[in-house]
C-alpha cells in the first residue's frame, strides 16, 4: 500500500465503549498528525509526533489518548466519548525540518466517528 | 494565535475561472498551503507558497503576499469534478503547527 491508511474507515460507538483508531504511513516520513474535522468547522490540530515523540497536545480532552509506537504507526485510543466528539478524525504525516514544501502534510481517508 | 477566512460557498460554470480568497493572520508565518477535499475524503495538497507571487501548476494557481496577509487559488477551465471544498493552511514559524481555514464548498454547474 502507498500513502497513508487509516481504520476502520467508519466507526459507531457508545458512550461506554472503548476503542481505537489506527493510521499507517507508507512515505517514510518522520512526524504523524491527528485531526478532527466537524461539520463547517476547520480541521482542528489534536496531536503531533514527531520523531516519535509527542510534541504538542493543543487540550484535547483526556478520553483522546494517543499512541505512536515508531514513526509508521499512530493511534487514536477513544473512551468515554460523548456525543459532541462524533467528526472525521484525520491522519496526516510529513517529513519534518526539510523545509519548504517538504514540510507537507499528506492525508489519511479519515475515519467517521459517531458516537451514540 | 492564527485567524484564516475564506468564503463559505462558491458556485462557478464549468470551463470558466474562479478565484478563492483566504486572507490569514499569523504570528509567524512559514508558509501556505492549498488543499482540495471531495466529500467523504481526505484533503489532498494542492500548493503551496512562502514567498509573494504566483506559483502555477497545470489549471490550478495560487498567489500569495505576506505584506497583505492574502493569498488566492485560481482555476481554471472548470471541470465538473472540480466540485470540492478548498481548503487554506498557514504554517506557523514552528514547522509542525500548521492552522487551517473552515473551508470553501465549490459548485461547478454545467
Avoid at chain 1, 491527528?34 to 510534541?55: I, N, T
Avoid at chain 1, 485510543?77 to 525540518?97: I, K, R
Avoid at chain 2, 512559514?30 to 506559483?55: C, K, R
Avoid at chain 2, 481554471?76 to 470540492?84: G, P
Wanted: contains cysteine.
Amino acid at each position: 500500500e502507498t500513502g497513508v491508511t487509516q481504520t476502520p474507515r467508519h466507526l459507531v460507538m457508545g458512550m461506554t465503549n472503548k476503542k481505537s483508531l489506527k493510521c499507517e504511513q507508507h512515505l517514510g516520513h518522520n512526524a504523524m498528525y491527528w485531526y478532527k474535522q466537524s461539520a463547517k468547522k476547520p480541521l482542528e490540530l489534536m496531536f503531533v509526533y514527531s520523531l516519535e515523540e509527542r510534541v504538542e497536545n493543543n487540550s484535547v480532552p483526556s478520553r483522546f489518548s494517543p499512541e505512536c509506537p515508531n514513526s509508521s504507526h499512530l493511534f487514536l485510543h477513544l473512551h468515554t466519548l460523548q456525543p459532541e466528539d462524533s467528526a472525521l478524525y484525520l491522519c496526516a504525516s510529513s517529513q519534518v525540518a526539510s523545509g519548504g514544501a517538504g514540510d507537507t502534510q499528506y492525508f489519511g481517508p479519515g475515519t467517521r466517528l459517531t458516537v451514540l | 494565535g492564527q485567524n484564516i477566512d475564506q468564503p463559505t460557498e462558491m458556485t462557478a460554470t464549468e470551463g470558466a475561472i474562479v478565484q478563492i480568497n483566504c486572507t490569514y493572520q499569523t504570528s509567524g508565518f512559514n508558509g501556505l498551503f492549498w488543499y482540495q477535499q471531495h466529500a467523504g475524503e481526505a484533503p489532498t495538497f494542492l500548493s503551496y507558497n512562502v514567498l509573494d507571487g504566483l506559483e502555477e501548476k497545470g489549471r490550478f494557481s495560487s498567489f500569495l503576499s505576506r505584506s497583505k496577509g492574502y493569498s488566492y487559488l485560481l482555476l481554471k477551465e472548470l471541470q465538473m469534478k472540480d466540485s470540492a471544498s478548498y481548503l487554506c493552511a498557514v504554517r506557523d514559524i514552528r514547522a509542525l503547527d500548521m492552522r487551517f481555514g473552515a473551508g470553501t464548498r465549490l459548485t461547478v454547474k454545467p
